[in-house]
């Protein structure tokens, strides 16, 4: 249990700690460029859509697109994990069972 709160803790510090040291960094998203690509074909377009909450900076989006990516990513390597858990004590259970005769 220690040992998954040490995980945890580690991954939260290296998600957050590069925010501290690149301040000026700026991140920029392939739906900006896309939009000012947009925008330079056709000045009269405008989006379907607006955002429901905009985060105040290019950081914090990526930091929770990174986010996004690594939960998406733990539950699926969770999924996987845990079929193949049950499948190999499936087939454990199986093969206690069984007598080979030759």
């Known amino acids: 249990m220690k040992k998954n709160i040490l995980l945890i803790a580690m991954v939260v510090i290296l998600a957050v ?3 501290f040291f690149q301040k ?3 991140f920029g998203g ?4 896309a939009e000012a ?7 009269s377009y405008k989006p379907w859509f607006s955002n429901i909450w905009e985060p105040p900076s290019g950081e914090i989006e990526s930091l929770l ?7 998406g990513a733990g539950f699926i390597g ?11 004590k499936e087939d ?11």
């Open 37 to 43: 690509a947009i925008t330079k074909i056709d000045s």
């Open 78 to 88: 969770y999924f996987i994990g845990f079929s193949r858990g049950r499948h190999k």
């Open 17 to 19: 700690l590069p925010l």
């Open 92 to 102: 454990s259970k199986e093969g206690k069972g069984k007598h080979v005769t030759h």
């Open 24 to 26: 000026g960094a700026e």
């Open 65 to 71: 697109f990174c986010l996004q990516a690594a939960i």
């Open 30 to 33: 392939s739906d900006d460029q």
